[in-house]
């Protein structure tokens, strides 16, 4: 397969330098030259393949013939070892579980394949790959969990100190080998800047191989559209029309989402849910994109005020505001009506929710009831474990949850970071110690 810029349709470039570049010379992302389709064939016996076999065939379609098709499923089986299960809460409202993976969050299922695939790409080079990213949470936990120990990669994160949380600050600090944490003296404005300043140093550059591994790789994009595949094969009625809620910040799962539908997964509409960081949604009614910085809110994972794959979507949906207003339906919600959300999702149907969840299921419900429909398949995109805010989830819900062996391990292990200022020279310093 080969890849355009969304700046320019007429960049071409391989699968390697997609990947390893992470965003084209002109500032555009990667996307795939073609979406292939699934076929009629393989969609009607979608329902006897596991995560595992759908992930193959899906990669496989995306990949094309650049990795040989036994090696893809070794990469498959290595890195997932979890799947995505739908559980159905009532008649026609389903939830589907993103949060199975070691990180508790669904960029697992992204930031392993990009993983995976970067080893696999890089297996006959010489030099190491220095991956550099700027987290103020989930992303740098998925992304250590999935790089930890890999050969001739070292990862280093930045984040700022004091400004996460404890259980946030021991995921990403408790790896050690070839994951560093630095603790910036700053804001996450300032990581951001670091790295930014870090890929432009021209000295940096002649030294070491510097490359990103954000939520804008295509190699972390794709994979996302595996368990939209998936839970729609886990649907007991298939006809009934599918609406996919997808809580989103920077798009990507919805971006996933939208080539899963070119792919041929015949779904009847998607719904952007967003919390008050409302640039979508106020796209969507006025055919205005108008970035604005973002708001601090309790799913803060969606906190995004200028989405990246904004561009991804419109360039998958023709460039056109009518095609996009038909495919999505977008609103935004309040903290309030979030906290609000997940103590009704308990009472209701029993089921515990996590923030951003919640997010997807009041959107869900307000589509519903513009449209009336009566019999659907409703699908809930959980993107995180609840009990990673477990203060928010447990005073909504008004009783204590159950916290996961995988959060509470992190926090008996040693947070091991290194503080650094926000000057440049003093991480430019540190880089180069790397060597
Ligand atoms: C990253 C994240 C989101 C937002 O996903 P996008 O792909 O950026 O839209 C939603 N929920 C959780 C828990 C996340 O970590």
Do not use: W
Not at 12 to 21: N, P, Q
Not at 186 to 209: R, Y
């Amino acid at each position: 397969m080969r890849f355009y810029s969304t700046k320019n349709r007429n960049i071409s470039v391989t699968l390697r330098e997609a990947v390893l570049k992470g965003i084209a010379a002109d500032g555009g992302l990667y996307m795939p030259e073609q979406i292939p389709s699934i076929g009629k064939d393989k969609l009607n016996r979608i329902s006897s393949l596991s995560f595992n076999e759908i992930a193959f065939e899906i990669s496989r379609l995306i990949l094309d013939s650049d990795i040989p098709e036994k090696d893809l499923k070794d990469l498959i089986d290595k890195i997932y070892s979890f799947s995505s299960p739908l559980i159905k809460i009532d008649e026609n409202l389903n939830v589907l579980e993103l949060f199975h993976g070691p990180t508790l969050a669904f960029k697992d299922f992204g930031a392993r394949f990009a993983a995976a695939l970067i080893s696999y790409l890089i297996r006959d080079e010489e030099t190491d790959i220095t991956i550099l990213v700027a987290t103020s949470g989930d992303t740098g936990s998925a992304v250590a969990s999935a790089f930890y120990k890999m050969p001739k990669i070292k990862i280093v994160l930045l984040y700022p100190s004091g400004k996460i949380s404890e259980i946030q600050e021991r995921q990403i600090t408790t790896y050690g080998e070839n994951v560093t944490a630095l603790e910036v003296e700053g804001n996450f404005d300032d990581c951001q800047l670091l790295v930014k300043a870090g890929f432009a140093d021209e000295e940096l550059k002649q030294k070491m191989i510097l490359t990103s591994a954000n939520s804008i790789n295509i190699a972390r994009l794709f994979p996302q559209a595996f368990y939209y595949f998936f839970g729609y094969a886990q649907l007991e009625d298939k006809s009934k029309p599918i609406i996919f809620s997808v809580p989103s910040g920077n798009f990507g799962n919805l971006t996933a989402g939208i080539m899963a539908f070119k792919m041929g997964l015949p779904i009847y509409k998607f719904i952007a849910a967003t919390n008050a960081n409302d640039v979508f949604p106020y796209y969507l009614k006025t055919g205005n994109f108008i970035p604005k910085p973002s708001v601090k809110t309790i799913s803060n994972a969606m906190d995004v005020g200028n989405p990246s794959n904004f561009v991804r979507i419109t360039s998958l949906l023709g460039n056109s505001h009518e095609l996009v207003s038909r495919v999505i339906f977008s609103e935004s919600f309040s903290d309030q009506l979030t906290i609000n959300a997940i103590k009704e999702i308990k009472e209701k149907f029993n089921y515990i929710m996590d923030p951003h969840g919640a997010v997807g299921y009041l959107a869900l419900k307000s589509f519903i009831a513009e449209t009336e429909l009566e019999n659907y398949n409703g699908i809930i995109l959980e993107t995180a474990h609840p009990a990673k805010f477990v203060t928010i989830v447990e005073r909504a819900v008004n009783q204590k949850i159950e916290m996961p062996e995988l959060l509470t391990s992190c926090l008996e292990k040693k947070k091991l970071s290194q503080k650094i200022s926000n000057r440049f020279s003093d991480f430019k310093e540190f880089l180069l110690s790397l060597n």
